[in-house]
T-cell receptor
Framework: SQTIHQWPATLVQPVGSPLSLECTVEGTSNPNLYWYRQAAGRGLQLLFY??????ISSEVPQNLSASRPQDRQFILSSKKLLLSDSGFYLCAWRRGSGLAGKYEQYFGPGTRLTVT | DQQVKQNSPSLSVQEGRISILNCDYT??????FLWYKKYPAEGPTFLIS?????DKNEDGRFTVFLNKSAKHLSLHIVPSQPGDSAVYFCAASTPLEYNQGGKLIFGQGTELSVKP
């Protein structure tokens, strides 16, 4: 079976500090990977997605970036955090088997980021 | 432009009764719809989905209805249980051949509270 991990679970960082959140998926190969953010009381905002190693698509311009150094690893980064970066960050995966792939995305447990 | 809308931010239901969560969409190209359930501080979990070629899909206590002409879908939970208390998100996708990366468009969520 497939599992998805995110760490850390919670993080408190000062404004202007760097950020690195990691997501790994087990039990599948060549998944599509996604980073979402849920701000307090809001819906799910898609930040980045990746269909393969080194392939990153950005949905929202901001001071965050994403990288996919390995097939099942997805990293969300920032060089300098802003107060507005606070939120609940979610990683998700989907079977990346082209047209035969299914629509469902499966989410990790999330990282609560508080920027102070 | 919000393509998927959940107009009720909250819903309160008595245990044992039916819960009906609604979702409207504007993009007639959507061909697949999903419902997710989310507890606080956890990632969303996939509940049930429906293809646009169907008008109903049932899984245990959960049934999703799709009315394409009205661009409306609903999730019925019968009977409702206190453990069903969570935020429910509907999501939609265009056909994968046109949807690079299999992106989902999420609604803003409806918070369901089931009272004992």
């Amino acid at each position: 079976s497939q599992t998805i991990h995110q760490w850390p679970a919670t993080l408190v960082q000062p404004v202007g500090s760097p950020l690195s959140l990691e997501c790994t998926v087990e039990g599948t190969s060549n998944p599509n990977l996604y980073w979402y953010r849920q701000a307090a009381g809001r819906g799910l905002q898609l930040l980045f997605y990746s269909v393969g190693i080194g392939q990153i698509s950005s949905e929202v311009p901001q001071n965050l970036s994403a990288s996919r150094p390995q097939d099942r690893q997805f990293i969300l980064s920032s060089k300098k955090l802003l107060l507005s970066d606070s939120g609940f960050y979610l990683c998700a995966w989907r079977r990346g088997s082209g047209l035969a792939g299914k629509y469902e995305q499966y989410f990790g447990p999330g990282t609560r980021l508080t920027v102070t | 432009d919000q393509q998927v809308k959940q107009n009720s931010p909250s819903l309160s239901v008595q245990e044992g009764r039916i819960s009906i969560l609604n979702c409207d969409y504007t993009n007639s190209m959507f061909d697949y719809f999903l419902w997710y359930k989310k507890y606080p501080a956890e990632g969303p979990t996939f509940l049930i989905s429906i293809s646009s070629i169907k008008d109903k899909n049932e899984d245990g206590r959960f049934t999703v209805f799709l009315n394409k002409s009205a661009k409306h879908l609903s999730l019925h939970i019968v009977p409702s249980q206190p453990g069903d208390s969570a935020v429910y998100f509907c999501a939609a996708s265009t056909p994968l051949e046109y949807n690079q990366g299999g992106k989902l468009i999420f609604g803003q969520g409806t918070e369901l509270s089931v009272k004992p």
